[in-house]
């Protein structure tokens, strides 16, 4: 089992969908949530960091007692990705330079024998 599950998503819609999922059809209960300190210059980001935990009548949630979502780019600079031990990417809208940024940001900040898992594109060796 792991001690916590992460999400990052760049689109907002997209990262508001996946907390409300975590309320209603997993009744997670809020016990965090932070704002990104970024300087506003990425309007994509801004939403910040969402952190669920088990309600008491919560289904069991056999990989994790904790679920974090973030709205955020693995582009930021303050979005750390060493904690992660398997990152599933949907990389089917990446364009190679994006897929190059983001193969180089795994490598410099991933540990050796984490898993990542691409849908489309294979990331490019940096």
């Given at each position: 089992?792991?001690?916590?599950?992460?999400?990052?998503?760049?689109?907002?819609?997209?990262?508001?969908?996946?907390?409300?999922?975590?309320?209603?059809?997993?009744?997670?209960?809020?016990?965090?949530?932070?704002?990104?300190?970024?300087?506003g210059?990425?309007?994509?980001?801004?939403?910040?960091?969402?952190?669920?935990r088990?309600?008491?009548?919560?289904?069991t949630l056999p990989?994790?007692?904790?679920?974090?979502?973030?709205?955020?780019?693995?582009?930021d600079?303050?979005?750390?990705?060493?904690?992660?031990?398997?990152?599933?990417?949907f990389?089917?809208?990446?364009?190679?330079?994006?897929?190059?940024?983001?193969?180089a940001?795994?490598g410099?900040?991933?540990?050796?024998?984490?898993?990542?898992?691409?849908?489309?594109?294979?990331?490019?060796?940096?």
């Amino acid at each position: 089992t792991f001690s916590k599950c992460k999400g990052l998503e760049i689109l907002p819609g997209l990262h508001q969908r996946a907390v409300e999922i975590g309320h209603t059809v997993c009744d997670l209960v809020e016990i965090s949530k932070d704002k990104n300190n970024n300087d506003g210059d990425n309007d994509n980001v801004g939403n910040g960091i969402t952190t669920l935990r088990k309600g008491s009548l919560s289904p069991t949630l056999p990989l994790s007692p904790e679920l974090q979502f973030t709205c955020g780019s693995f582009t930021d600079p303050y979005i750390h990705l060493s904690d992660v031990d398997i990152a599933f990417c949907f990389s089917s809208c990446m364009d190679p330079p994006l897929l190059t940024f983001l193969s180089a940001a795994l490598g410099r900040q991933c540990q050796t024998g984490t898993l990542i898992i691409t849908t489309e594109y294979p990331l490019p060796l940096t």
